[in-house]
């Protein structure tokens, strides 16, 4: 039966006769992309290299870690490595 559709494409016949289709896969991907949060670029722009490094050789704590306390500091060195030492 033509219901107006063209064929999708398949990416994979397996053995039981299941099929991966281009047209599913991508569709799939998009809602799934579509629940992941984008990380923010002032997130990103706050946070220097240099700053986590000091934290982690410094302080011994992942590297995560530091990372949670300057985003939470603004970006401030000094204020994520006093709330680290307070907590």
Do not use: C
């Not at 053995?15 to 998009?30: A, H, P």
């Not at 949060?37 to 706050?46: G, H, L, R």
Request: net charge negative; glycine share 6%.
């Amino acid at each position: 039966m033509n219901n107006g559709r063209g064929e999708a494409e398949v990416i994979a016949t397996f053995n039981d006769g299941y099929q991966y289709s281009k047209t599913k896969l991508e569709d799939s991907l998009r809602q799934i992309m579509a629940l992941k949060p984008a990380k923010s670029s002032k997130d990103t722009a706050i946070l220097k290299r240099e700053d986590v490094d000091l934290i982690v050789n410094e302080l011994g704590i992942p590297r995560s870690h530091a990372e949670k306390a300057l985003l939470e500091s603004g970006g401030e060195l000094e204020n994520a490595l006093r709330a680290l030492v307070m907590s």
